[in-house]
């Protein structure tokens, strides 16, 4: 800890009045004072000590750091609620004591100590981070806690890193081997020269010239000499200039990439940015993708698809309809736009998209016509701050039922309060209805504001009132009618007093705060709205926004029109919206209040007493308002249907029990439906306080409120209070919308050997569901799944896992594999092309792992005991041996942990993709990082190499460019080392005839001049130009994408099999024209100018056989080669008789050019220098062509054949995995586990026994288990599973079994469950460990024990001792809960903790088989 | 950091104008949708299996035999004489000059080595003299001259370029020429006498001009002062180098014929790719088209001993050849064009074979499913 204390300072961040001056980020220091605007990004890590909202909040959207594109509230520190609107930092005068920096976004403690003495204490929601952006208040005011790099956004980013391309890394290993050849070389050269000296001893030759000063050199000091000469001479053998070269290629690469147009979206008008220049070629050879989820794979993007209402399923099909016509008008609309102007063409969908094309095009001031996809999508990143205000989500076209419905209900209620009757005589379905509608619309934390001053949030204040804060308070509001008054009540009302004298400026409407007021502006509401038109008051009420023109028949449109919401997650937005659909629109949130108009009933305020908001533990959230028409306390909750169905109050016995049992039956049915469908389901639920109990809990829950220690776990444990026993009323389904093609380019991907995980700070349910939607996880596949509380389950889990992985896999004798086997055999079979199977490559390439139809998930906290030193071996052997990985809630430090692990430890080329800041990290330690441009900020984009606007196109920017880069490049190089090699060893042999001097036969400028310019173009032009295949097949048979992953176009050995070709090569060149020579009246360089020529025709033509695709610039090329050489050499030995000593090749070349024999020489040497390459390749291209070969003979056939010929071969290769794993449709994960227990009815039982039994039938294991039958038979019971959707085996829904929720779809079965049984098996919320057996499932025990598993043969009671549950659920549970109940306690992921307990009872279960 | 945040926007923001004005700019950051740009230029897209290649196998072997045989026979139809006269042997009559003589040496020996032609040469023989083992294209030899000074710069023929040294200076008197090349230049003379049968000696005429590059003569090499008579005049101030016996004025006679511009001085100059070589000594022009050039007989070939190859084990000799148009005689490029022919064809065949047994498998991919 470090302190601090603060004086008043100067220093400061915005505009230049009074005191606050406008300065840089980097003079921004802990202790300034900030003051920022709305829309302005935080410089630093800011404790919030004041803002202009006059409860004290600030909000701000975190989307640059955890990818959540909501908003979020932050608080004042609460010592400085009390203070003046204007926030005076020259009175500052108190200190802080905080944690010193860390990385943890989600935490902050510290304490603020007054000069009073006095402590408050600090929190996470006290302070703004960096690089967040203040939304939705005007000005706010902070002092810095932490700047720079200390803050915890710039903690959470690794610095960049510095990028070389693996074809990079293993060029210069064999750069270094050219040095060792050279030294070598030179070596040899040097000896030699000393044993020539040696040899003429005393005597004394001629042409021994002495040294300047006439004396001799001894044969050993002149062999040093000449060492020193020979690396000059020979030094052309280090590729300087292919550094040079590969740089030139690459930005040619890098303006291809660029120039793609099938790379290039429309929508956003943006391409894809090559951001790093020098690692194109490492996209060819990618092997591990890490993905993030949000924005990534999904657009972010939720959409109402169905609800169910006291069990009655409303299917909104108008909306599926016009979902899917979005897709098709789109295309046509696109169309007409670049013509010109277009008409709406969604009129005709219904009354309801007619009247808001209408109103659209009377907001067109902000936001034009928003007419086709492109353009609501630009409208939409022009309106980023508004999150998910996309078309697709508003536009939720009613369900005309329940439309009538709501109605009805409205009608009734509405004549009811008139008639003072008491609203509980409404018939139950209506007000399950109506109180459906409200807990949609106002059980969340949305915010409304308007389009027209989208920063200012919509006041519509008819009383200042802070949301219960105290029991005082709390007393006091409730005091004249049933409590009696607290005496210290003053200080309160003198405060609220000061606030109302404060916020004269900041809030425009303000009446006294007392409970009468309230009353008498809500009967004056109610007046108002009842008459149906619109209120003047209301008008009023809205006085910061312009008023504008209202329809008035339709009162709701009002809000439609005008207002927009802000969620904090985009579901929430999805559920406002469909509520608003229904005309039960969210008018206006305040902290201690919620309005929203009804149909019929106007508008209602609702005093929200409190917010107890998401956490992924209880996964739900709950609001406490108090219900304006009955005056109840009422609380709404809205949650995961896991634990929402599991809190629902056990129905009674008599006849209204009935009914309720009737209708969780049947919205459990609904939601398995809604799962299978892939969508995200919801629960809703209600509950009525009296208040009695509502004042219990409220006393219990304000000490935790006030608590300083545990404060957060009292809270929850005071939510957990609160939320049982609720009323179910309903249930939604929202679709989590992927982007365009994201299923199909990862289907492509892993065909092409690509190994997907993605990592998302999203919940677990979320992930799975996305995974299976976008088809990452097969519904075939098994899933483990790690979830464990501490370091040492984690390294039992990651232990068991591994022990089922080999005991699964690596046994031979396992039915899955024998069956992946044939499926590979077949595969190949099929392949007319010879193309190895994904499976069969990358299992020999990176054996010993088989990659299995495995899946894994783990949660960030298991993820950070696996990333430990001690177990990230057992993590990572587990982790590889699945097919896919799954790694939610993690933080963006451990992305790039995992990353970094992955990277480091398997020696694989990564690939991280991301949108967000949370991305960021990841995207640096990736090999190759890529950013989505244009989801969520810049930042992404900033730290990656690739920018795409959109996943799929990654597809095309790794199968076909990254390809072409690799295979470009790697030949280039090769090519390169060859060029070098050859044209050096020619000198080499030289040596041999001059006595070891080094003197070369080549003129120094053709020496120089030879790769720079002789040799340099045509390499260039292949290297930039050169397709080995073309992009259509490329992408149609992403296994050609394995031969980067392999290496296949640079491996080692070519290196050497190049050197050895150079060294042919330069013997052939040298020697035919030495003995041409041999013996003749020659001189030196009129002998070594043909060589030269000769080794020029000979490299061009070696670069001919490695060209794939000669295009006019190839011929070219070589072409301007051959004339540029000649042409210099002409000029150069025709420009100076006396000049370039000591050469002097006056003439030379153009006596050559008179001698036939440099002709003869010309043809016969570069054709016998390349005879074997050619011959090779020629017999390779026919005896073992390598699966790229195949693609070019692919390439030449006419598009037709081709076409059906790759059709075929898809189609058979489909047709094959769907024998093998058929699936007749796609049903995603539902995003949770076993809700409840009404699924284990002995008639699911029963199903999975016969349908498994009769796999057992098939395939009979000697010496298994009955109890492992149904296990290991799973594969051979894929046909079984076709046959129809009950799965068998589906006894538990353990993830092993691969088919979690859709084993579930046929549990429920109206009319066979037994009621008492349900209710009894109901397990209570339990937030600690729950040592069950549904524990060790989840936590991929299961699959080790196949006990877990149907257990088909067996009658349920044989299984109950293995499964009992611990004593601990004693007191909920009678002794006498069936053993069918036993079994279901099954909670989600999160809330399930394997303990010791576990262990012991794995142990015992383990001896047991 | 905000620049960028907001970029986006901004930029959308001035869209609506944009786009406004034509549906060209609001796809502005399009990429054109050209052959080059997207990478599909036309091409040839050769596949190199066995079937493809067969021809180009076939077709260089027709082509090369033919060539090959053609330039065998003509090589074999060049006449070439050539005798070792450097009297390693103690039966060699210059075996005495061998032993004893140095470059220290001032007086001359002779020697005579008689030899007989067994077929007469017809067109013009050219007559070479050849030197083994010398390195000629050793590197520091190589660079011992001086191009401006054989030029006849007269600054550079007193002021000799530092690349001569040791032999620019003898006695702090400039050396001309300088360098080590012209130092060691090949200093034997050589008469040719054709024996008649009566034993009668006639001197064979050896013409002295024509043997070096035209361009050499006219060009690079020159006397200093121009080529006028006064050579002694103009090599004024400057010494003969340390192993001539005669300053460089007293080459020949002839006046287009000395000095700087003496042939036999260029062809020397001119240094030898190969520690084995030849250089032209004479040109025995052919008299008439009666007679041969040199008829068979009996020669005597007169040697002025005066270069010693004893210190490192050189041989010397004497070549009488003619040329044809591609030169000496030398067989190799005729067996080189037959050898690559001949393998050429062979792989041809082995490709055949290949083709046959698996070509319908690859080339045809269509017929396989």
């Known amino acids: ?1409 | 950091m905000m620049a960028s945040s907001y970029s986006a926007k901004e930029e959308d923001g001035h869209h609506p104008g944009a786009s406004g004005a034509g549906g060209a700019a609001a796809n502005g950051r399009k990429p054109d949708n050209t052959a080059f740009k997207q990478q599909r230029l036309p091409a040839w897209q050769p596949i190199l299996t066995a079937g493809t290649v067969l021809p180009a196998f076939f077709a260089i072997g027709l082509i090369f035999i033919p060539i090959g045989i053609g330039l065998y026979v003509t090589s074999n139809n060049i006449k070439e004489f050539e005798i070792d006269y450097t009297g390693t042997d103690t039966s060699s009559p210059c075996f005495s000059c061998y032993q004893n003589f140095s470059w220290n040496s001032t007086l001359p020996c002779k020697c005579s080595l008689p030899f007989s032609l067994d077929q007469p040469f017809e067109s013009n023989v050219f007559m070479y003299y050849g030197l083994s083992n010398f390195y000629q294209n050793h590197r520091r030899y190589v660079k011992s001259r001086d191009d401006s000074h054989l030029n006849g710069n007269l600054y550079s023929l007193t002021h000799p370029s530092k690349e001569c040294e040791p032999y620019a200076h003898r006695d702090n008197v400039p050396v001309a020429p300088c360098g080590a090349i012209a130092n060691s230049m090949f200093n034997d003379t050589m008469e040719l006498f054709f024996v008649h049968p009566n034993e009668t000696r006639s001197q064979i005429p050896l013409k002295r001009k024509g043997i070096a590059w035209w361009t050499d003569k006219h060009v690079k090499f020159r006397n200093p002062g121009g080529n006028g008579d006064n050579l002694t005049a103009a090599f004024q101030g400057t010494t003969y180098p340390v192993n001539w016996h005669k300053p460089v004025y007293e080459l020949d006679a002839d006046p287009e014929n000395n000095g700087f511009i003496n042939e036999d001085f260029i062809v020397w100059m001119r240094t030898a790719a190969l520690p084995t070589f030849r250089k032209l000594y004479r040109i025995i022009e052919k008299k008439s088209s009666m007679t041969p050039t040199l008829p068979s007989g009996n020669y005597t070939l007169e040697v002025t001993y005066n270069y010693p190859v004893h210190s490192f084990d050189g041989r010397k000799r004497m070549i009488l050849s003619t040329i044809s148009w591609m030169g000496g005689k030398n067989p190799f490029l005729g067996i080189a064009y037959i050898t690559v022919g001949s393998v050429c064809f062979f792989l041809g065949v082995v490709l055949l074979l290949i083709h046959h047994k698996y070509g319908n498998r690859s080339s045809s991919p269509d017929i396989a499913s």
């Open chain 1, 1 to 1409: 800890m470090f302190s601090f204390s603060f004086f008043y300072s100067p220093q400061c961040y915005t505009r230049n009045e009074r005191r606050y001056m406008e300065k840089y980020w980097k003079e921004v220091r802990v202790g300034d004072f900030i003051r920022l605007r709305c829309n302005e990004i935080l410089p630093a890590d800011v404790l919030l000590l004041s803002s202009s909202d006059p409860d004290g909040l600030c909000h701000i959207e975190t989307a640059t750091l955890d990818g959540e594109t909501n908003l979020k509230q932050r608080q004042v520190v609460r010592s400085f609620i009390d203070l003046d609107c204007e926030f005076d930092p020259s009175k500052y005068n108190s200190v802080i004591e905080c944690e010193k920096p860390n990385n943890d976004l989600n935490r902050f403690r510290g304490y603020i100590i007054h000069r009073s003495g006095r402590r408050d204490g600090l929190y996470k929601v006290n302070l703004l981070l960096r690089g967040c952006t203040i939304r939705n208040t005007e000005e706010a005011v902070g002092i810095v806690i932490y700047a720079g790099h200390e803050t915890k956004a710039m903690l959470n980013n690794n610095g960049p890193r510095y990028k070389r391309s693996r074809l990079e890394r293993q060029m210069n290993v064999d750069v270094f081997w050219c040095v060792i050849i050279l030294l070598v070389m030179c070596l040899f050269s040097a000896t030699g020269h000393g044993l020539w000296m040696f040899q003429y001893g005393d005597k004394r030759p001629v042409f021994d010239v002495l040294s300047p000063e006439g004396t001799g050199l001894s044969p050993v000091l002149s062999a040093i000499y000449l060492f020193l000469t020979m690396i000059i001479v020979f030094q052309v053998l280090i590729p300087i200039s292919l550094f040079v070269s590969i740089e030139i290629v690459k930005i040619c690469q890098v303006y291809f990439i660029h120039q793609d147009v099938d790379l290039y979206d429309e929508e956003t008008d943006s391409h894809l940015q090559c951001r790093a220049l020098n690692i194109t070629e490492d996209l060819g050879q990618m092997q591990y993708i890490f993905s993030d989820k949000t924005g990534t794979l999904t657009d972010n993007k939720m959409v109402f698809r169905r609800c169910t209402v006291a069990g009655v399923e409303y299917s909104h099909d108008a909306n599926a309809k016009r979902l899917a016509m979005y897709q098709e008008v789109d295309s046509e609309e696109e169309e007409c736009t670049s013509h010109g102007g277009t008409l709406p063409r969604r009129e005709s969908v219904g009354s309801h998209q007619s009247s808001k094309v209408v109103l659209r095009s009377h907001s067109t001031k902000s936001h034009r016509r928003t007419g086709s996809r492109a353009e609501a999508k630009r409208a939409s990143i022009l309106s980023k701050h508004t999150a998910f205000s996309s078309p697709m989500e508003k536009d939720i076209t009613p369900d005309p039922q329940l439309m009538d419905k709501v109605n009805e209900g409205a009608t009734q209620m509405e004549f009811m309060r008139f008639h003072s009757q008491p609203l509980s005589q409404l018939p139950s379905d209506l007000s399950d209805i109506i109180d459906f509608f409200i807990a949609l619309t106002i059980c969340n934390t949305v915010v409304v504001s308007s389009p027209n001053q989208p920063r200012q949030k919509v006041r519509m204040r008819f009383e200042l009132k802070s949301p219960v804060k105290t029991i005082e308070d709390f007393i006091k509001r409730f005091t004249p009618s049933r409590l009696t008054s607290g005496s210290n009540s003053s200080s309160l009302s003198s405060l609220v007093t000061n606030r109302s004298s404060s916020n004269r400026g900041c809030s425009s409407i303000l009446s006294s705060p007392s409970a009468e007021s309230t009353l008498t502006k809500l009967n004056e509401e109610r007046l108002q709205t009842g008459r149906g038109t619109s209120p003047g008051l209301l008008e009023h009420a809205f006085s910061p926004v312009p008023t504008t023109t209202v329809d008035g028949a339709k009162p709701w449109t009002l809000g439609e029109g005008e207002l927009r919401y802000e969620a904090e997650s985009p579901d929430e937005a999805a559920l406002v919206y469909a509520a608003r659909a229904y005309k039960c629109s969210l008018v206006g949130r305040l902290p201690d209040q919620v309005t929203m108009e009804l149909p019929h009933l106007g508008k209602l305020s609702f005093e929200l007493l409190h917010t107890i908001g998401f956490d992924s533990t209880r996964k739900r959230m709950s609001v406490v308002v108090r219900h304006p028409l009955t005056d109840q306390i009422t609380v709404y909750t809205k949650g995961a249907d896991s634990v929402v169905m599991d809190l629902i109050r056990p129905p009674t016995d008599d006849t209204k029990g009935k009914r309720q049992k009737k209708i969780l039956y049947k919205t459990q049915h609904y939601l398995n439906l809604y799962a299978a469908d892939g969508l995200r389901t919801l629960c809703i639920a209600k509950k009525v306080l009296s208040k009695e109990e509502y004042a219990g809990w409220l006393r219990r829950h304000l000490e935790a409120e006030t608590a300083i220690h545990s404060r957060e776990e009292l809270l929850f444990e005071s939510a957990l209070r609160l939320e049982t026993n609720l009323h179910l009323l309903g249930a939604t389904g929202i679709e989590d919308r992927l982007q365009d093609g994201v299923p199909e380019t990862i289907a492509s991907l892993r065909k092409a050997g690509l190994q997907i995980w993605v990592l998302t700070g999203d919940k677990q349910e979320t992930a799975i569901n996305i995974a299976y939607a976008c088809r990452l996880l097969e519904p075939e596949e098994e899933l483990i799944t790690l979830n464990a509380e501490s370091q040492d389950a984690c390294a039992m889990l990651l232990e068991e896992s591994l022990r089922y992985i080999q005991a699964k896999f690596l046994c031979s004798s396992s039915a899955e594999q024998s069956a992946t086997k044939t499926f590979q055999q077949q595969q190949q079979h099929f392949t007319p092309f010879r193309i190895p199977s994904p499976a069969a490559t990358t299992s020999s390439s990176t054996a010993p792992f088989l990659v299995h139809r495995l899946g894994l998930v783990i949660d960030g906290r298991t993820l950070a005991y696996a990333l430990d030193k001690s177990l990230e071996d057992k993590f990572l052997a587990v982790a590889r041996s699945c097919r896919s990985v799954l790694c939610c809630r993690s933080t963006p430090l451990q992305k790039s942990m995992v990353v970094k692990l992955v990277r480091n430890k398997l020696k694989v080329m990564t690939l991280a993709i991301g949108d967000g800041a949370n991305d960021v990290s990841m995207i640096q330690v990736a090999d190759v990082g890529v950013g989505i441009s244009g989801q969520e900020g810049m930042q992404a984009v900033m730290a990656s190499d690739f920018a795409l606007p959109r996943f799929r196109y990654l597809q095309k920017l790794l199968l076909v460019h990254g390809h072409w880069c690799y295979s470009r490049l790697a030949n280039m190089i090769l090519y390169f080392f060859y060029k070098n090699a050859m044209f050096v060893a020619l000198i080499f042999w030289y040596q041999f005839y001059c006595g070891f001097s080094g003197s070369p036969m080549i003129d120094q400028w053709y020496l120089i001049f030879f790769n720079l310019m002789f040799s340099a173009f045509p390499q260039l032009i292949t290297g930039t130009l050169d397709k080995d295949v073309s992009a259509e097949t490329l992408q149609e048979l992403p296994q050609l994408y394995m031969s980067g992953q392999n290496s296949e176009e640079y491996k080692p050995y070519m290196f050497w099999m190049n050197m050895i070709d150079a060294f042919y090569q330069s013997l052939i060149c040298f020697f035919i024209p030495y003995f041409a020579y041999a013996d003749s009246d020659v001189d030196l360089f009129t002998w070594g100018t043909p060589i030269t020529t000769l080794a020029l025709f000979t490299i061009l033509l070696h670069l001919g056989i490695e060209t794939k695709t000669w295009t006019w610039m190839n011929w070219a090329s070589i072409a301007f080669s051959v004339i540029l050489f000649f042409a210099v050499a002409l000029g150069y030995n025709a420009s100076c008789p006396t000049c370039y000593s000591p050469s002097n090749p006056y003439w030379t070349m153009q006596r050559l050019l008179g001698d036939p024999l440099f002709y003869l020489l010309c043809l016969v040497t570069p054709l016998a220098a390349v005879l074997p390459r050619y011959f090779y390749r020629a017999c390779q291209g026919s005896l073992f062509p390598s699966p790229v070969q195949v693609g070019r003979q692919l390439d030449k056939l006419p598009p037709d054949t081709r076409r059906n010929l790759l059709s075929l071969n898809r189609m058979k290769v489909g047709s094959l995995s769907s024998l093998f794993g058929p699936r007749p449709s796609l049903f995603p994960f539902s995003g949770s586990f076993p809700r409840g227990c009404g699924l284990r009815s002995p008639q699911t039982i029963s199903t999975s026994t016969s349908s498994s039994s009769s796999c057992n039938k098939k395939q009979e294991r000697p010496g298994g288990t009955k109890n492992s039958k149904g296990q290991e038979t799973r594969s051979s019971c894929q046909s079984s599973k076709q046959a129809g959707n009950h799965i068998p085996a589906s006894g538990l829904r353990t993830e092993s079994e691969g088919q979690p929720h859709r084993q579930g779809s046929p549990r429920p079965l109206p009319g066979l469950l037994d009621p008492t049984e349900e209710s009894l098996c109901r397990p209570p919320y339990r937030a600690g460990a729950c040592p069950e057996p549904s524990a060790l499932q989840q936590s991929g025990f299961c699959q080790l024990g196949n006990w877990t598993t149907s257990t088909p043969l067996l009658p349920p009671s044989e299984y109950l001792p293995l499964t009992a549950p611990p004593s601990g659920d004693a007191q909920n549970f009678p002794p006498a809960a069936s053993p069918a109940c036993t079994l279901l306690p099954f909670e989600g992921g999160d809330t399930c903790h394997l303990s010791s307990d576990c262990m012991a009872e794995h142990g015992h279960v383990t001896t047991l088989l």
